[in-house]
């Protein structure tokens, strides 16, 4: 099975605070993702990754940054968080692009900025 | 804009088929149809997806309009561990990848 994985659950910050949300894969997929989740918005793409240390933005990316140093590890960083980034964060992954390249998610990380 | 709309929730009685519609009138031919489901405090899991044909596995089936612009995702028979918000999503190819276009999605409650 695959299995992807978020280094938190739960995480409280205060504004202005520089935070890493770490997501790892185990299944040697290509594309990771990164999305937040809120109240009446759905599933919001930041940015995504095809490749190690490739990225592209997504939907909403201001206010953030992503790395991909190693292909199972992709980083998302708030370089200094807001009070408006307080939202459930999902990393998911997919085989390379195809026919079936289903996304598979982690647990998600709720992000409380104070 | 959104790619997709679906009601914002609906009931089914347990035992019965759960039928959740969802349109996507500006879909483009090469563009699948996802569908996902999310637990309360968990990752989306994936369900089915399609592209103009019908399809079915072992956890529901999809039926695609010929016309491709609306679906709906059957859950034959519902049980309580179905209760979940359903997602219907576009996957849209771009030059370095697919994109998943999630909407808000349909929260059905299995009732006893």
């Known amino acids: 099975d695959v299995k992807v994985t978020q280094s938190s659950r739960y995480l409280v910050k205060r504004t202005g605070e520089k935070v890493f949300l770490e997501c790892v894969q185990d299944?040697?997929?290509?594309?990771m993702f990164w999305y937040r989740q809120d109240p009446g918005l759905g599933l919001r793409l930041i940015y995504f990754?095809?490749?190690?240390?490739?990225?592209e933005k997504g939907d909403i990316p201001e206010g953030y940054s992503v790395s991909r140093e190693k292909k199972e590890r992709f980083s998302l960083i708030l370089e200094s968080a807001s009070t408006n980034q307080t939202s459930m964060y999902l990393c998911?992954?997919?085989?390379?692009?195809?026919?079936?390249?289903?996304?598979?998610f982690g647990p998600g990380t709720r992000l409380t900025v104070l | 804009d959104a790619k997709t709309t679906q009601p914002p929730s609906m009931d089914c009685a347990e035992g019965r088929a759960a039928n959740l519609p969802c349109n996507h009138s500006t879909i483009s031919g090469n563009e699948y149809v996802y569908w996902y489901r999310q637990i309360h405090s968990q990752g989306p899991q994936y369900i089915i997806h399609?592209?103009?044909n019908n399809e079915t596995n072992e956890m529901a089936s999809l039926i695609i309009t010929e016309d491709r612009k609306s679906s709906t995702l059957i859950l034959p028979h519902a049980t309580l561990r179905d209760t979940a918000v359903y997602y219907c999503i576009v996957r849209v190819p771009t030059n370095t990848g697919n994109q998943f276009y999630f909407g808000t999605g349909t929260s059905l409650t299995v009732i006893p």
């Open positions: 998911a992954s997919s085989p390379l692009q195809g026919g079936t390249d289903t996304q598979y």
């Open positions: 399609g592209l103009k």
């Open positions: 299944m040697d997929h290509e594309n």
């Open positions: 990754s095809y490749d190690v240390k490739m990225k």
